[in-house]
């Protein structure tokens, strides 16, 4: 068994069932079996997850950064004590491999365990006024309760760096994970709960996404949205939060460019896709979309991710020998399928299938071929907008200026990698891209450290580092005009 049986939603230090008392299914990708029955939450477990959050407010947000931090370590530590549970949670309801989902669980301890440090540095600024006898600090505090909304291909990655930002901040947190995958953040909930974290601070509600958002949407308790996913959706909410005005952060959609120079080590160009395209079977945000190599080794490039693409073992992500596990949905598979069709159509050569394939384990799950693309039109859907599979389309380029400028021509802005031995052409690309991250001769360039985010259609605010903090605290400047003798 992967989880409590029922799975249940946390509102309040509770593990209760949906107030409707209705439930869906949760299906595991590889398979389509059945995994198991989640609360179907509604408007009313929404408000009653917002005042559980509400009333813990006070007491959390007074409490100091340290103790905030203590709670953060402990929950970092279970994290990393049950790695391997959560891990086949991760695997059964997003499908990746297993050794995919452990490196999710122990990054996602990491996030933990960094803004349980990060919790003592709430720090605010003492201001030089131009009046000698005013005095002016800025304090930050914490905002209210945060309302977190994520996706399904990280789904404890990213429910657990929104959570630990807002937590360490003083914030009190209500969340709802998508619905592909809610287990994993029910296993996350039930940690924070067995970690002390108090009743009401986390509360996790799994359900249809429209009256759970919405009603946290029209509270005006609820002072920040925390939100990764679409940039279809996450437009729709910015709309929604202005409402009440909310102040939101967005980690939205992307279309990375992969610059590879002629003087690029073409191992580690051809390695860094394995990593950071085939991983998630290409359902990363950040994962590189548009791939320009230099005309002089584009021929030679494509015949060596071919060699790498051959060789990735495709199947379920239990296996060992799994490199690759299936889509997340039949939707996703056939979307990707579709925009593969419409590029060959406009004259793309297609090496491999980019259709649905069985495997030996199973004919069922929707599993795809990797597959590559070459000579795609640069207004082909499948580069314009973010692929979500495991498509890699390769495209020519002749001269820096134009690799720069076909880069930028996205209406998105989030990851980017350059590839070059050129220190000064490696700075001057990246500096030119526009994106929230740049990897050089680098295919994982996220850390915990380290600011992610976006700007244009990817979105705005930032997750990690010390900004990922500042999403969740409000500055008040407090003057003090002295009257007292000198
Ligand atoms: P999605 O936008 O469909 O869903 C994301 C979350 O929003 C889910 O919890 C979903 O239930 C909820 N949601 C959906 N419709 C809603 C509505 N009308 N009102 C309120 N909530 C709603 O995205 P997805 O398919 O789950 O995830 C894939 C997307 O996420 C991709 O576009 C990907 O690029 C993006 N993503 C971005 C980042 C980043 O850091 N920028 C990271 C991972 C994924």
Redesign the pocket.
Known sequence: MLTKEPPLQLIGGEAVPAASGRSFAVTDPATLEHLADVPNGDASDAAAAADAAARAFPAWAAASGRARGRFLFKLSEAMRRDDERLAAIITAEAGKPLKQALGEVRSAAAFVGWYAEEAKRANGTVVASADPNRRISVIRQPAGVAAA??????PLG?LARKVAAALAAGCTVVA?????TPLIALAFAELATRAGIPPGVLNVVTG???P???AW?DDRRIRRLS????????Q??AR?AARTLKRAS?????SAPYVVFDDADIDLAVEGLLLSKIRNAG????APNRIYVHRSIHDEFVTRVRAMVDAVGVGNGRDPQSAMGPL?SES?LRNVERLVHDARAAGAGVYTGGRWIGTPQTRRGWFMQPTIVTGVADDAELVVE?A?GPVLSIMPFASFGEAIARANDTRYG?GAYVFTRDLDRAQRAAEAIES?IVGINDPLPASVEAP???SKA??YGR?GGAEGLAEFLEEKTISLQLRGER
Do not use: R, Y
């Open positions: 909304i994520t996706p399904w291909n990280f990213l709802k994970p998508a619905s592909e249809d996404p429209e759970i958002v919405g949407m939100f990764t996913g679409s940039t279809a959706v996450g729709h909410l929604e967005l980690e939205l959609g992307g359902q990363v945000c950040a997340i996703a973010e979500f989030l929230g992610f985010g976006g990817s979105g997750e």
